[in-house]
């Protein structure tokens, strides 16, 4: 379960950063957020720090935690335009902190069976920056075959992610170049980002997280049902683990 020390092996553990908002016109406000940590938690023996990082631009409402995770609370600047690349590029901030790299997710997602436990103990290759679990602009069809995808395709979303801790720290330090006021949107800016900075990333097919949410909460309203928020790949009953067999095609 979660921890804020190293692991009882002394390995450092990675970060787990969940980005999320409140949602007060929907009657929950959380409702996406804790449905994705009840899930996250359903994996109770594999061993991470748990990060929450909040944007209370639109109100000062905060979800409840799970014991022993932390709470980061963040606002966009004053006159910025909405999007949500600030608050994702504070998810990164907080991912930095780990030594081995780190996971970011979006709250509005559903993970198959130990997608967790297969996105934690995956091993980002050294010519990869990162790797995205979710990849629907990337495999557009169900039938696609499975390995990691070393793909020019444009980085489309951001539900789950896992970086490098050299990554992190570049994308980090990214904010501070005029090349960051071009986008508002977190896909957007880390395409951007990572084209600027010569990273090259690896998408997993099958994706084994799906993005349920309907309206964005940052973006004015935009409506995420279209073709390019729909990971073609997953399916709900697959063990992710069970790809650890074809790891070879993982590599």
Same mark, same amino acid.
């Not at 006021?181 to 084994?208: Q, W």
């Not at 349920?212 to 992710?240: I, K, M, P, Q």
């Given at each position: ?34 449905? %994705? #940590? ?6 109770? @023996? ?15 409402? %905060?979800? %409840? ?6 709470? $980061? ?8 335009? $909405? ?23 979006? @709250? ?52 789950? #992610?896992?970086?490098?801790? @050299? ?46 949410? @309907? ?16 990971? $073609? %790949? ?18």
């Amino acid at each position: 379960m979660p921890h804020a020390a190293a692991s009882l092996e002394g390995a450092p553990l990675i970060p787990v950063v969940v980005l999320t908002c409140a949602r007060p016109e929907e009657g929950e406000p959380f409702r996406y957020f804790d449905k %994705t #940590i009840a899930r996250l938690l359903e994996e109770s @023996d594999v061993d991470f720090e748990g990060h929450v990082v909040i944007d209370c631009t639109k109100g000062d409402a %905060t979800p %409840t935690l799970p014991e022993g995770w932390e709470l $980061h609370k963040m606002g966009r600047p004053p006159n910025s335009i $909405h999007g949500n690349k600030w608050g994702y590029w504070r998810a990164l901030e907080v991912a930095s902190r780990g030594a081995a790299g780190g996971l970011v997710f979006e @709250d509005d997602v559903e993970l198959a069976p130990n997608a967790l436990r297969r996105m934690a103990s995956f091993p980002v290759p050294r010519d990869l920056s990162f790797v995205t679990f979710y990849s629907p602009a990337v495999f557009q069809h169900p039938r696609v075959f499975p390995g990691l995808w070393r793909t020019p395709t444009p980085v489309i979303g951001t539900q789950a #992610i896992k970086f490098t801790a @050299d990554a992190l720290r570049k994308l980090v330090s990214f904010q501070q170049l005029p090349a960051f006021n071009a986008f508002t949107a977190s896909d957007e800016m880390l395409e951007c980002a990572r084209a600027v900075l010569g990273m090259k990333y690896g998408a997993h097919c099958p994706d084994i997280v799906q993005h349920v949410g @309907d309206e964005s909460a940052v973006d004015l309203g935009a409506d995420l049902r279209h073709r390019w928020r729909r990971a $073609h %790949t997953y399916a709900a009953n697959l063990d992710a683990m069970a790809l650890y067999a074809r790891d070879e095609l993982f590599r």
